[in-house]
């Protein structure tokens, strides 16, 4: 029972990963050519011009049970069509949405499957160049109701016009039966991004005033809307649109460049909800609170620098007429105003 329960849970926490749309349905209309020709190449294409072939609705075969469209496998009976072909063509609005494809395949006996002219899978079919005469690997003994199964990777299908094109082989000649249907699905991620790391870090200390705001996050990302704001104590000091220039982003990694913070202060970080997204446009969930991002800047240096060390020594005699002054500090410094007067024989 709590085996029973954990695989539940598995399936639906899996659910909520990935949503899965049905691009092409099991008892699908399709176009069909059932005439024993040699189709060649062209026929795989999107711009093949399918108008003469038969219009039917899947499952498609003959010889067996389950059938909607029975197809010809010619005159004689002991010299049936190797090859059966089909086609159907599908609309994507727009194909970056989905991750990746689950292709249903149900193919007695071998099948080969094509989108948009390339060969994308192959079951019980030989390896290398297929033609209309290139016969299945071995009989299917469940005349078609065994589900083939495949995954294809989000690039496959495009926005736009795509065509599945699917070609169907007897493994002899006087075979029994032909069956095809099949399905396709597309999974799109619905899982928004999350932080995976803030530089500086949450809580850290003696941050510089002038650091950057790195966000690294669980995926690839991309600017939405919104506002990031800077407070310090409390207050808000900057608000800086997420697609302004000094927010920039590479991979999973977003960049603020923010005006110098407030020596000593207490920084929270708030940003808004939607202000980044990934790439399938689920939106990072942002920060709402003064606890999840959170530092303090380094404190003021009041401590002015003193001289160390003075060349040539304080006392010193027989000094070289043409001798530099060099004077080394406690800390690094830089110039001030004023001026250096070198007095003699005072």
């Not at 970056?96 to 060969?119: H, M, P, Q, W």
Request: proline residues 3%; contains cysteine.
């Amino acid at each position: 029972m709590k085996n029973s329960l954990l695989l539940v849970t598995l399936l639906l926490f899996s659910c909520l990963l990935t949503a899965q749309t049905t691009l092409i349905n099991y008892n699908s209309s399709w176009k069909y050519l059932a005439n024993g020709s040699n189709q060649g190449t062209a026929w795989r294409a999107i711009a093949f011009n399918d108008a003469t072939w038969s219009t039917g609705t899947a499952a498609f075969g003959y010889g067996t049970s389950g059938i909607t469209t029975t197809v010809s496998y010619g005159s004689n009976s002991k010299k049936k069509y190797i090859t059966t072909y089909f086609r159907k063509s599908i609309s994507i609005a727009d194909a970056s949405l989905y991750s990746s494809f689950t292709l249903n395949l149900k193919r007695d006996d071998g099948a080969v499957v094509y989108i948009n002219g390339t060969e994308r899978y192959r079951s019980n079919m030989p390896t290398g160049t297929i033609s209309y005469t290139t016969k299945a690997s071995s009989e299917a003994t469940d005349n078609g109701t065994a589900v083939q199964t495949t995954t294809l990777s989000g690039g496959n299908l495009v926005t736009g016009t795509n065509v599945i094109a699917v070609e169907i082989h007897q493994f002899a000649n006087g075979g029994p039966d032909l069956f095809f249907e099949l399905q396709l699905n597309g999974a799109s991620d619905v899982t928004p991004p999350t932080i995976s790391n803030f530089s500086p870090a949450d809580n850290s200390t003696n941050v510089s005033n002038t650091a950057n705001l790195v966000l690294t996050f669980s995926e690839n990302i991309q600017k939405g809307t919104g506002n990031i704001l800077i407070k310090e104590g409390g207050v808000t000091t900057q608000t800086i649109d997420v697609t302004s220039a000094i927010v920039t982003v590479s991979g999973n990694t977003a960049t603020i460049n923010p005006a110098d913070f407030s020596f000593g202060a207490d920084v929270n970080i708030e940003i808004s909800a939607g202000a980044f997204k990934d790439l399938f446009n689920n939106n990072y969930a942002g920060i709402a609170n003064a606890t999840t991002w959170n530092f303090s800047v380094i404190a003021p240096d009041l401590t002015p620098p003193t001289v160390t060390t003075y060349s040539p020594t304080d006392n010193a005699t027989l000094v070289s007429n043409s001798t530099n002054l060099v004077l080394t500090f406690s800390e690094n410094i830089q110039k001030g105003v004023g001026n250096i007067l070198v007095k003699e024989g005072c």
